[in-house]
């Protein structure tokens, strides 16, 4: 069964930087859109991005853009999720999943398209 596996959180202060990477063990996911999400306490799990299979596309939400970058090494079979200037409002649990029908990325990742949820992980971004 696909089930991901998230690292790489933890404390960051404002305008810090972490790197957060995830795998799927036993899976390729070669043919895969690969989306992040993360969920705050009290809110609803949200899209952050996504990479098509070729890692050639990409899409983020309005309030990342421009400071998260996604990739992915197919040779690791990882994604990863650079986030920069990081901001106390970006403070959750992030996880990733793979888009359950399509190999491409059509705007911003909605989580009932997806599958594959792990236990994510934190990041917290306090003073």
């Known amino acids: 069964q696909l089930q991901f596996v998230e690292s790489g959180g933890g404390w960051a202060q404002p305008g810090g930087s972490l790197r957060l990477s995830c795998t799927a063990p036993?899976?390729?996911?070669?043919?895969?859109?690969i989306g992040w999400f993360r969920q705050a306490p009290g809110k609803e799990r949200e899209g952050v991005s996504c990479?098509?299979?070729?890692?050639?596309?990409?899409t983020y939400a309005d309030d990342v853009k421009g400071r998260f970058i996604i990739s992915r090494d197919k040779v690791k079979k990882t994604v990863y999720l650079e986030m920069n200037n990081l901001k106390p409002e970006d403070s959750a649990v992030y996880y990733c999943?793979?888009?359950?029908?399509?190999?491409?990325?059509?705007?911003?990742?909605?989580?009932?398209?997806?599958?594959?949820w792990g236990q994510g992980t934190q990041v917290t971004v306090s003073s």
């Open positions: 999943a793979a888009e359950k029908s399509r190999f491409y990325c059509y705007g911003r990742p909605s989580a009932t398209d997806y599958n594959g």
């Open positions: 036993g899976f390729s996911l070669d043919q895969n859109a």
């Open positions: 990479i098509g299979s070729s890692g050639g596309t990409t």
